[in-house]
């Protein structure tokens, strides 16, 4: 859900949990030091296990050898016992010659391998030239196969935080850490396992905006002629930042349209018109028939609306359809599309009815305002966890696609539009596009390579990144609840989305390690768990950024 900033709120701390100051369960009784993350553990030691040792191939020059050892034993005069066996017997000395100069070269070749941990090259026996008569026989040994060297072992990491990941703020946990350079995991818990991302789903329904919208799209929002005299028709398209504060007055959405605009352009062009002579707007039709009903998924908490944290999802609304367009947290309506209605009719001239319908087909315009693109809106949705736009973007990704204009459709289009990034996308389930529902499920292994992706910049995903928050920087890892204490040691180096709903806590994105590595992260705190579950996150996260890419998965 969206992240409270505490100085904006009055909840208490069981019902606002991003207000809350860190927990009496402190950092140091998290057992970062315990944990092997301290100077004991953050060397770069590391061991490379040996390959094993290959055996030679045979020799072509034994032969030859074997040649010289006859040669010689027939010009020698007799010597007695085994040696001078061996000169009454030649085929037996050269037998034993040939194996005796193999055992002696193979043994170098085994040892060269064994230096160098590959195979060893056949060695060449070097001979002194002589006459030597060929020999009426002579040994044959078969050749023997040489093993392929075995793969140089993974470095060993001794950096842990296994003692972290079993705090007991954190409920049932998954997580999952990379390194950004090579793709290696270096630590998972659960990771492939898909469960609810709480708001973290919001990085997923971005990227799909990104490949189905692309990043200058934008909503628009117009007025057309009715199709009775006097009547004009505000039509919806989707853009939940429409905003009723005057032109130049910004709302909790910098870059929004505003309503004055488009009124003033539809009575200039209602006024132009010869046909409208002496004819002045009396009725005003709400067409908000761009997204489908139900505007609240079942699965939502009706108390969201009245906390103030989402509104009802319709193509027509104004200001996320907050009681004040100013505050990021501000109670909802159950009327977002009348009160846009009034909005609107306060800015005609004269008395107007206000009725609800859909626009002719074919209507003459006469006006239009267009959102922020979706570039901002993503940037605006990440940084403070806005759920209007996230489910703004999910249902335009929907519209576009073809898939449909509800909560199910998207379910389909959020995926086909995650498609081109080339991740697995199996056990995904896509409830909403905000995050609030229990229903959603993601393991937090497509997390952690979609940010792979996020952290390259690749395509238009740099979007992503830049609207990240920053830990003790911005955005909702900058309140005084988050990254405190001894994990204040990962500030400006955590770029990463926040979630919370009633039954979890997530955050995933990128750790620029102490140690110059990237990492990618997912961490899921589900189940029974508190407003504490944060800090028990922000710990262990700030354990992935002291142990950098000695991260030990023990």
Known sequence: MQEP?????????????????????????????DANI??????????????????????????????????????????????AFLGRHRVASSIVAGVAVFALLGTGAVM???????????????????????????????????PAADAVASRLRTCSVASLATDSRLGSFQGQVLNA????????????????????LKVLTSAAALSVLGPD??????????????????????????????????????????????????????????????????????????????????SWNRKELTDGYMPEITALQVDGDRDSPYSNTSARSEDPIGRAGEAF???????????RGTAPAGAAVLGTVQSAPVSTLIQQTLIVSDNAIAEMLGRLVAVESGAGNTFAAM?????????????????????????LSDNNAVPPSYLTQLFLKINAREGNLGVIFDGLPIAGETGSLSYSDRFSGANSVADGAVFAKTGWIDTGYTLAGVIHAADGTPLTFAVYALGDVGDSAKDAIDTITAGFFNCGDNLSNN
């Open 217 to 298: 799209y934008r909503a628009t929002t117009t007025v057309v002629a009715g199709s009775e005299p006097g009547s004009i028709v505000l039509v919806g398209g989707g853009d939940l930042t429409l905003s009723r504060t005057s032109t130049g007055d910004e709302s909790v959405y910098p870059g929004a349209a505003h309503l004055d605009s488009l009124a003033d352009q539809a009575i200039a062009a209602w006024e132009a018109n010869p046909a409208n002579a002496g004819t002045p707007i009396t009725s005003l039709v709400l067409d908000a028939s761009f997204f489908g009903d139900p505007g609240w998924d079942p």
């Open 112 to 146: 060269a391998g064994a230096a160098t941990g590959t195979p060893a090259a056949s060695p060449v026996a070097a001979s002194t030239p002589t006459s030597a008569p060929t020999p009426t026989e002579t040994a044959t040994i078969p050749p023997r196969s040489v």
């Open 411 to 435: 379910g389909t289009s959020t995926v086909a539009g995650l498609a081109p990034y080339g991740i697995d996308t199996t056990g995904i389930v896509i409830a909403d596009g905000s995050g």
């Open 345 to 355: 009719a306060e800015l005609l001239p004269g008395s107007v009815s206000i009725s």
């Open 5 to 33: 900033d505490p100085e904006l709120t009055g909840r208490p701390d069981s019902e606002t949990p991003a207000e809350a100051t860190p927990s009496d369960a402190n950092i140091g009784d998290a057992n970062i030091g």
């Open 38 to 83: 301290g100077d004991a553990n953050l060397g770069n030691s590391s061991a490379t296990e040996a390959p094993a040792q290959s055996a030679p191939a045979t020799d072509p020059a034994a032969a030859s050898a074997t040649t010289d050892a006859a040669s010689a034993s027939a010009t020698q005069p007799p010597r007695p016992g085994f040696l």
């Open 181 to 200: 350079n090579t793709g290696e995991i270096l630590f998972d818990r659960g990771g492939s396992t898909p469960s609810r991302t709480a708001s973290v």
